[in-house]
């Protein structure tokens, strides 16, 4: 099943982006037409210049403030996302003796391994989908983010730290640290999931960085400074997190 929907749901993102490239080069306005502009791109741009002008208009601090105020947001989303891979990560047992006593190929016993599967998921409480909405929630948010910063006139005309926010890092610091923050990230989530040693996703744990600081070299810093505070801030919910789950387990086990 999350095979067949994975390729609904990246045509989804796709055609999000593509709904927003159209106009990448114009500047965003409150007259700017279309629900792309309209319900994403501008509000983001307001926002981001309303927390910038209550601290003296420092756009980089506006961007900071809103990167934090999103995950914030998502915060109780990936709460349960978290809770749903542990519950997967516990009936792992489970699934593999399903998949030994179903392993013939025949399409009759596939389905019927499909059948207990899913029976299983219910009986456990689990979505085998949940992985995937804070993606599709997040992708359209991070594109909007970005048309945000590179259609707002002001970011562009502004600088924070050592850099200019409309330009990429003269010293590639910051490309770096994005790039190196993903791969934490990913390593902590990773961390403890059976599926993290997949070798598909042990080839992305390493590809995305990469990908990712390519695209801060090329893009203005003002995303890359988005990208390095939404690493973060995941990085430290993820710690706590699996924290609180592994007391809560130790908990449990002693009583």
């Excluded at 509000?43 to 809103?66: D, K």
């Excluded at 992985?131 to 359209?140: A, S």
């Excluded at 910051?174 to 791969?183: D, E, W």
């Excluded at 390493?206 to 995941?234: D, E, H, R």
Aim: some cysteine; glycine content about 4%; aromatic content about 12%.
């Amino acid at each position: 099943m999350k095979k067949k929907l994975f390729p609904f749901m990246m045509f989804a993102v796709v055609a999000v982006f593509l709904a927003g490239c159209t106009e990448i080069d114009q500047p965003i306005t409150s007259d700017s037409e279309g629900i792309w502009n309209s319900y994403f791109v501008y509000p983001l741009s307001w926002l981001i210049t309303q927390v910038a002008e209550f601290f003296n208009e420092n756009y980089g601090l506006g961007i900071v403030v809103v990167t934090l105020l999103i995950r914030f947001v998502l915060l109780p989303l990936m709460i349960k996302q978290t809770k749903n891979t542990k519950r997967m990560q516990e009936i792992q047992p489970e699934m593999m003796k399903l998949r030994e006593q179903y392993s013939s190929k025949d399409a009759q016993t596939q389905q019927k391994l499909q059948q207990e599967t899913m029976a299983m998921f219910q009986k456990h409480g689990v979505n085998p989908l949940a992985g995937c909405f804070p993606l599709l929630i997040q992708m359209p948010i991070l594109i909007a983010f970005y048309h945000a910063i590179v259609r707002t006139t002001e970011i562009a005309n502004h600088n924070f730290l050592w850099f200019d926010l409309g330009e990429t890092d003269p010293f590639f610091i910051l490309p770096i640290v994005t790039g190196l923050t993903t791969f934490l990230q990913q390593k902590i989530m990773m961390a403890g999931n059976p599926a993290g040693m997949n070798p598909q996703m042990q080839i992305m744990l390493y590809l995305m960085p990469v990908m990712i600081a390519v695209f801060a070299f090329i893009f203005p810093t003002a995303l890359s400074l988005y990208w390095v505070v939404g690493n973060v801030f995941m990085i430290v919910q993820t710690l706590l997190i699996n924290g609180t789950f592994k007391k809560k387990d130790e908990v449990e086990s002693s009583t």
